[in-house]
């Protein structure tokens, strides 16, 4: 009855070459978890938050396709409390919230000598020539994102960014969504086999096999996943899984009205994202950058990503996310070593004279 | 620290709380006068952003006491199953008798606290369905399993051997052997019991927890040999627990050690290890441990001071699974301990790059 799980990367013999299936970049998830060839290409999301007008329709479109339950900020279940913080009431991602939009109010003095982010120096026009300059090796992703972003109108009126008297203020707004980790610490360290790799790469949990031992909920280096506490089990982001197989869009991305969640195949969106990167930067949006992006960081890049404008902290993300199970082999060997050592102590506690 | 004035920030900084007083400071500044009186110096002030001050990663959802609980009680029973092991052979039978109650106790407590800490209790041997080298949890379930149906088979046929009407039977000649077997068997798991464990907290993402991963499994090895060596010697007479004393000794010395190297050795995070409750339950646990190792050396003359000991070094070594627990899970709810670390690390990455690259990567930032 017993196997050793399919989803258990690490494994000898099992793995690629170089033996380490635990950390960094892997081309091919679905099938390093063990789908045929033909399975479909990985999907994932670009959370473009420079668009995010935080109408929160996600959180709404989520919690009604999959039927999840009210909660608070601190996800108390069938609570209704205001956080006192901001407009965002939802708090945090947790079991009852698969989408969390978060909300900063910044302010800065205007006179600094800084780059505007609402309203460049030089004319869109300009911006738009050295973005254009960055893109043209590919077309078809510079004319999916200008589709997308109404990208002059952004430089020129920023909803987002707003004046009184000497301070500039700006509020960023982000959807936050489990990140279908190329390297996902819940799903190592799911001792049941409840978490697995779904056929589209992305990361899920069986409602029917979870025992609600919890070791998936802090091994998250996102702090994604949560125990509902009256029912047991974990739960969280699906990437809308039935809906995937029946060839719909995920309900979040279908009920963004400014396209700020976009779903698609990984590699597509990643082309989106870089050339959208490029055309924020030459309007000199310089704080725009890529969170997830990089097949290269912690967790082997995100299955969902996001182009960020401040410090990932500032939106509630870590700095720098490593997958825990990169240091396993380490830790396996250290625990072994102690318990070698508890045995030498023991052996050599009884070798000796009789006192 | 981060997105300052200076930075390529463009000089945005979280607008003012509505109110005063409520929680949620984006830049905090703690004041190392704060720290506990054993505090690590060398933990700089720490700022930060965050959102919100919430925490980043979820603290774990594993219950009080029972987990720290089983951490105590599953080390103490894999030592006391080597300790009965060996002494089998070495003709000590209180001793013998002793651990192996002991770890039959420990461990069958073990599997009743990991049940009821699931959220989903009836599905715990769903916990058998796979086998995950990549979970600690998966690994240690085939440890504590066949640990415990071992241990309480060993303890069983102790009792057994006991009723006379199967002295009576002819198979009574056997018992012996068998359970010498099945003690062997036993205590070849017991190592792995006493540092599965700390595999299981050091695997998250939990910083307190995750960071110290080298010598977590030596500071529970330590406290399991202490309490196993402490509860036999405790439970034998001074002629028979020599051995005990010896493991219980070793035991509080690597315990004190490597508790030392987990306390001070990692920066700001183990600063949990000195605040709060985490630091009483840790500094009270050193104290039971000192006091208990002291009067170790007094139990070969006298079963008290024996006793004693061995009750203090137990109590010492229960202290200090509470207090891991308690400073990995005050490391998960505040966000320094998360956002400060990989913000370092960051920037420690990025000078290293900026060396190999020369000049030309000065102008890279993130
Ligand atoms: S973000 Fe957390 S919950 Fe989502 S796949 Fe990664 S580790 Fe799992
Ligand atoms: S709580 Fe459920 S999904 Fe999470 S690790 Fe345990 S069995 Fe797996
Ligand atoms: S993909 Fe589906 S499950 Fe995930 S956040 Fe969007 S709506 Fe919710």
């Known amino acids: 009855m017993t196997t050793v799980s399919s989803a258990s990367p690490g494994l000898p013999g099992t793995g690629r070459p170089d033996g380490n299936r635990l950390f960094g970049p892997l081309p091919d998830v679905s099938g390093d978890a063990g789908y045929e060839p033909d399975h479909p290409a990985r999907v994932g999301f670009f959370t473009d938050t420079s668009v995010c007008i935080g109408c929160k329709a996600c959180e709404v479109a989520c919690k009604e396709w999959n039927t999840l339950p009210m909660d608070d900020a601190n996800g108390t279940r069938d609570q209704m409390a205001l956080s006192g913080m901001s407009y965002d009431n939802t708090g945090m991602l947790g079991a009852n919230s698969w989408r969390h939009v978060a909300f ?177 930067q030459g309007q000199g949006v310089q704080t725009a950058r890529l969170y997830g992006r990089d097949e290269n960081d912690g967790v082997g890049g995100d299955g969902a990503f996001f182009l960020l404008l401040d410090e990932p902290e500032v939106y509630g993300l870590p700095p720098d996310p490593v997958v825990t199970t990169r240091d396993l082999p380490s830790m396996w060997k250290h625990a072994a070593a102690g318990a070698a050592m508890v045995v030498g102590v023991v052996l050599t506690a009884f070798v000796g004279r009789r006192p | 620290m981060t997105s300052g004035v200076a930075t390529p920030g463009g000089g945005w900084r979280r607008a003012d709380p509505p109110s005063t007083g409520t929680r949620g400071d984006q830049r905090r500044t703690r004041k190392g006068g704060r720290r506990g009186r054993d505090g690590d110096p060398t933990v700089e002030d720490a700022e930060f952003s965050s959102y919100y001050g919430r925490p980043i990663v979820k603290p774990a959802t594993w219950k009080n006491p029972e987990v720290p609980l089983y951490l105590f009680l599953g080390g103490a029973a894999g030592v006391s199953s080597v300790i009965g092991a060996l002494g089998e052979f070495t003709g000590r039978p209180v001793l013998t008798r002793a651990a192996h109650h002991t770890a039959a106790g420990g461990a069958l407590a073990s599997v009743v606290l990991l049940i009821v800490d699931l959220g989903r209790p009836m599905r715990f041997l769903h916990m058998l369905r796979v086998f995950k080298p990549t979970s600690p949890l998966s690994v240690g379930s085939y440890i504590l399993s066949p640990f415990s149906a071992l241990t309480v088979a060993t303890a069983g046929l102790h009792v057994l051997e006991l009723v006379p009407a199967v002295r009576a039977l002819p198979v009574a ?27 299981l907290l050091a695997n998250t993402a939990t910083p307190s927890w995750h960071e110290p991963y080298e010598e977590l499994p030596f500071l529970f090895a330590g406290s399991a040999l202490a309490a196993g060596g402490g509860v036999s010697m405790a439970l034998s007479p001074p002629a028979e627990s020599g051995p005990s004393r010896k493991v219980a000794l070793a035991g509080a010395a690597i315990e004190l050690a490597a508790a030392h190297r987990v306390e001070h050795g990692h920066g700001l995070v183990s600063e949990p290890y000195h605040l709060g409750r985490a630091g009483r339950l840790l500094r009270a646990a050193k104290a039971c441990t000192i006091g208990g190792a002291g009067l170790t050396l007094l139990a070969g003359r006298s079963r008290t001071a024996g006793v004693l000991a061995g009750a203090l070094l137990a109590t010492g070594s229960m202290l200090t699974r509470f207090g891991v627990f308690d400073a990995g899970m005050a490391s998960a709810r505040d966000p320094k301990y998360t956002v400060v670390p990989q913000r370092e690390r960051l920037a420690a990455r990025q000078a290293e790059a900026a060396e190999l690259a020369g000049g030309e990567a000065r102008s890279v930032t993130r």
């Open chain 1, 104 to 280: 900063v109010e910044q302010v800065r003095t205007v006179d600094l000598p800084m780059p505007a982010v609402g309203l460049p120096g030089r004319s869109p026009g300009t911006g738009d020539v050295h973005a254009h300059d960055r893109v043209m090796a590919d077309d078809a992703p510079r004319a999916a994102q200008t589709s997308v972003l109404n990208a002059q109108s952004l430089s020129e009126f920023d909803p987002q960014t707003g004046q009184s008297g000497d301070r500039e203020i700006r509020w960023l707004m982000s959807s936050d969504v489990c990140k279908h980790c190329t390297h996902a610490a819940c799903l190592d360290v799911c001792p049941t086999g409840a978490l697995f790799r779904t056929e589209f790469g992305t990361v899920v949990v069986q409602g029917d096999i979870c025992n609600g031992c919890g070791y998936c909920v802090p091994a998250c280096p996102y702090g994604v996943i949560d125990q509902r506490k009256d029912d047991g089990r974990v739960f969280k982001c699906t990437m809308c899984y039935d809906r995937l197989t029946d060839g719909l869009q995920p309900a979040c991305a279908t009920a963004c009205p400014t396209q700020s969640i976009q779903f698609g195949d990984l590699d597509e969106l990643h082309a989106r994202a870089d050339a959208r990167l490029a055309t924020l």
């Open chain 2, 173 to 199: 000649r056997w018992i012996p052997g068998v359970r010498k077997g099945a003690a062997v068997g036993a205590a070849v798991f017991g190592g792995p019991m006493t540092t599965y464990t700390a595999v």
